[in-house]
DNA sequence: GTGGTCTAGACCACG
DNA sequence: GTGGTCTAGACCACC
C-alpha cells in the first residue's frame, strides 16, 4: 500500500533519476522500450499521472522519445550514455564544491572526507 | 521591491542555511543577538512570518534561543560551531557519495573529479 | 462562527491534543486518514493554517504522516498508541507529582487526596 | 546572565508560585515584608517589570498587601496559609484527575502510578 | 483534490 | 520592543 519515496525531491523526477541510472549501468539501452504509463504506476505504487510527468520530462530532455501507439522508448543516439552521465557527474561535482567551499573545507579535505566516508559506506554494506 | 531567493528550496530554509553559514564563518558567535523578526524580515525583504518560521526551525534545531521579550539569540553551547560544521559536512558528503555510487563512480574517480573541478574554479578566480 | 477554544494554550497544540485523545480512545487508528486541512478546518471553525501548524507539529513528533497529494495519515507503527499513552500520562504524573511535593504534600496525601476527589467525580455524574 | 525561568508558563507568574511555596512551607508568615521590586528583580535575575507584575498578581489575590512608602507585605490574615495551600492542592489535584481521565485511567491506576514515580523520584534524590 | 509556502495584517502576552 | 498566535487569502507543486 505504500510507496517508498522520500525527500523533498518530487516522486516524478526521483522516478526519473532511477531511469537514468538504470541507462548508465547499462540495464538500459538506446531503443529500449519503456513500461507503459500504466504499467510502471503499478510497479512504483504511484498514481499514472505522476509518471506521465517523468515521461514528459525525460521526452522535454530528449533522453526519451515516443512513438505514438507504440510506447515509450530510449531515444537511439549512441552518445546517449556517455552524454548523460557526463551531465549527472558534472552537476553533482559542481554543486557538491561549491556547498563544500561555503562550509570552508578545501579541495584536500573534501578528498580526505571521501575517503573517510567511503570507507565507513563499505562497512555498512 | 524585490528578494532574491530562488527556486524550490523554502526562503525560511535558505534564510536558515545563511544563517548556519555566518556562524561556520565565525561571523556570528554563540550568545549573540540576531535581529528581531521584523528587522531581519526587513532586511531579506520577505514577510516578518517567514524569519518567524526561520527562528522556530533553528531553535527546534536547538541552534538558536528565544528569551521571552528580549529577542532571540544563537545558543551558548561552546561545541555549537563545531557540532553544526559536522552536521552540515557529513550530510554533504552523503549525499554526494551516494548519488556517485548511484552514477557508478568509484572514490578514486570521485577524488580524480574534485581535483579537476577544483583547478577549474581556481582558473576561473 | 465562534469556536470553543479557550485560555492560555495556543488552539494549534489544543487541537492536536484532541487527537492524541481520539488515538488513546482508539476511535483513530494508524494508518487512518485524517481530514484535509480545508475540511478540519470548518469543522474546529478555524483558520486552515492553524490545523496546519497543528498537522506540522504532529508530523515533527513522528504521529502522524503526510503522502504528497494524498493527504495526512496516522503513522503506520504498531506501538504508536501504547507510546503515546505512556508519553502522555508519564507527563502528567511527573508534574502533577512534582507540584504536590512543592506544595509539601506526602505521596500518601496524594492517595487520600485522589481517592476523596474521584468520588465527589462520582457524585456528581 | 541568564536566568533560570522556564517552560510556557510565564516568568511573573512562575515567581508568584515561588513565593506561595515558601509561605506554605512557612519559610514566609504573614506581615512579612518582601524584598523590594528593584531588589527581588537582581535576586530572580529578571526585568523589574517582570516582579512588578508578579507583585500585582499576588495582590489581586489579595495575598500580598502593599503599603505606600514602605513596601509589599504578605496579607495579615491568619488562615492565609492554609487557605493557599487548600486552593492549589484543589486546583493540582483536580487538573490531575481530569486529564487522567481524559487518557482513560482509572482511579486505581492513577494510584498505582503514583506510587510507582513517587518511588522513582526517591531514587533519583 | 492534497499539503506546503508565502504574504499581509492583526492582536496579545511578556519584559 | 519582543516573539507567539491567529486570520484571511493567495499561489504552487504534486497526485
Known amino acids: 500500500m505504500e510507496n517508498e519515496f522520500q525527500s523533498s525531491k518530487p516522486i516524478y523526477l526521483q522516478i526519473a533519476d532511477r531511469v537514468y541510472y538504470r541507462l548508465i549501468r547499462s540495464e538500459l539501452s538506446p531503443g529500449d522500450k519503456l513500461p507503459s504509463v500504466r504499467e510502471m504506476a503499478v510497479q512504483m505504487k504511484v498514481n499514472p499521472n505522476t509518471i506521465q510527468r517523468t515521461y514528459s520530462e525525460m521526452e522535454r530532455l530528449e533522453i526519451v522519445e515516443t512513438r505514438r501507439g507504440q510506447g515509450t522508448f530510449i531515444a537511439e543516439r549512441s552518445d546517449l550514455k556517455a552524454e548523460l552521465k557526463d551531465r549527472l557527474t558534472k552537476?553533482?561535482?559542481?554543486?557538491?564544491?561549491?556547498?563544500?567551499?561555503?562550509?570552508?573545507l578545501s579541495p584536500e579535505e573534501m578528498i580526505d572526507g571521501i575517503k573517510q566516508y567511503a570507507e565507513e559506506a563499505n562497512d555498512e554494506s
Open 91 to 104: 552537476d553533482v561535482f559542481k554543486r557538491f564544491i561549491q556547498e563544500m567551499a561555503e562550509l570552508g
